[in-house]
């Protein structure tokens, strides 16, 4: 970094390249395998960069995305074949994180991004006008303004569209010839921008999302779909909590410990018993409430229990940090879900001897509000 960086105000969130600029520079540095055109680096070292692990020179690449390597080794595999990948799966399963480290690691760069919402104009997948050059000069090519994707064409880059699904159905089909014809026609010009080798989409879509834009068959067929599942075990979802948590906490510079380990075991087994609508012994079972319960509820949950320890407790994190927070994204629907966590709270955690703090966290919260 040089001396101007450093005294800038610092960014709040770097985006993927910047923050593993150097994991990045270095899986660059051995990787000798053939890499796709204008990839900046080869399968392997994408997946390496994704999967984390050892490079030969001994540098330690962190693990981004934890779970199936087969997963990811097809996610890798389908960019660099014609067609896009599509993430699919629950909310908070990491799509946009995994979308955005592999746009980092294969195009360098993450921020070429549609974000997706009901109002998503086609101006967004194609291209806007410079109104004031329009009215001044007519159209032309100074007066266009390139979109994400348009740019990505130009650049052999990847795009990435977030919430496919939530596009009208009638803006997403503009995304049929770019992807099967690698072209992006501009009628007013009577031109078209034909696409570099490299460029390729990345969509994420979220299958629990009412109202949303089934994608059509025809757009479907561009796509390989992946599909990005919950933890399979108490274990590996521990981790992942851990591992974000213990790097949001840095980044937010909270300055409180994570030894209490065990704060979260319990979280994440409240968020994944009431998910399964099953206690984890497989005893009791259990009404699931409204909300998802996904890992990132989870991720959020320990933050805000780092933060209230940080600046209102001792600097550990305890049963009455985590409490506030839990039950809030446990109960999303006042009526039904509060039922289903008094239900949770009276027959299951009341009954763990060792969860003793949290039940009279939980109580005394609910009491206090
Ligand atoms: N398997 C996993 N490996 C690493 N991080 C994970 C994993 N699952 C969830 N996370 C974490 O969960 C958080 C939320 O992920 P993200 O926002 O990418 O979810 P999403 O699938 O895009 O959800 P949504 O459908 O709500 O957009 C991220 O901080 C991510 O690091
Ligand atoms: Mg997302």
């Known amino acids: 970094m040089t001396d101007a960086q450093t005294a800038a105000p610092e960014i709040l969130r770097a985006h993927a390249e910047t923050a593993y600029a150097d994991e990045l520079q270095a899986l660059a540095a051995v990787d000798d395998r053939p890499r796709p055109p204008s990839w900046r680096l080869s399968p392997w070292a994408v997946a390496t960069y994704i999967l984390g692990g050892t490079l030969p020179d001994g540098t330690q690449v962190s693990p981004k995305y934890l779970g199936s390597t087969r997963l990811v080794e097809i996610a890798v595999a389908s960019l660099a074949t014609d067609r896009g990948l599509l993430l699919l799966g629950v909310p908070g399963t990491a799509k946009t994180w995994l979308g955005e480290h592999l746009a980092a690691a294969i195009s360098g760069t993450s921020t070429l991004v549609v974000q997706g919402t009901a109002g998503t104009p086609e101006e967004a997948l194609r291209y806007g006008w410079n109104y004031a050059r329009l009215l001044a000069d007519g159209p032309s090519r100074a007066a266009l303004v390139a979109g994400p994707v348009m740019r990505a064409m130009e650049s052999g880059s990847l795009v990435r569209v977030e919430e496919l699904t939530r596009i009208p159905s ?12 690698k072209t992006l026609p501009i009628p007013e010009l009577n031109a078209e921008v034909q696409a570099i080798k490299g460029f390729n989409v990345i969509a994420t879509a979220n299958n629990r999302d009412k109202g949303v834009n089934d994608l059509s068959s025809a757009l479907r067929r561009r796509f390989n779909t992946v599909v990005l599942p919950l933890p399979d075990s108490l274990d590996q979802e521990v981790e992942i909590v851990t591992t974000r948590v213990r790097s949001l906490g840095a980044a937010l510079e909270l300055p409180a410990d994570l030894a209490a380990l065990s704060e979260i075991r319990r979280v994440v087994t409240v968020m994944r018993e009431l998910r399964a609508g099953v206690t984890q012994d497989q005893r009791t ?8 319960l996904s890992t990132a ?4 949950v320990m933050t805000n229990g780092l933060s209230l320890a940080a600046h209102f407790g001792d600097g550990s994190v305890r049963a009455e940090d985590v409490a506030a927070s839990l039950v809030g994204a446990v109960v999303k629907d006042p009526v039904q879900d509060r039922v289903i966590w008094q239900e949770y709270l009276e027959t299951v955690v009341r009954n763990r001897p060792e969860w ?5 966290a939980c109580r005394d919260f609910e009491t206090s509000n």
């Open 356 to 360: 003793k703090d949290l039940y009279r």
């Open 285 to 292: 079972t259990l009404k699931s409430p409204s909300a998802t």
């Open 170 to 181: 009638d803006v997403q089909d503009s995304l049929i010839t770019i992807m099967s014809e």
């Open 297 to 300: 509820e989870a991720i959020s």
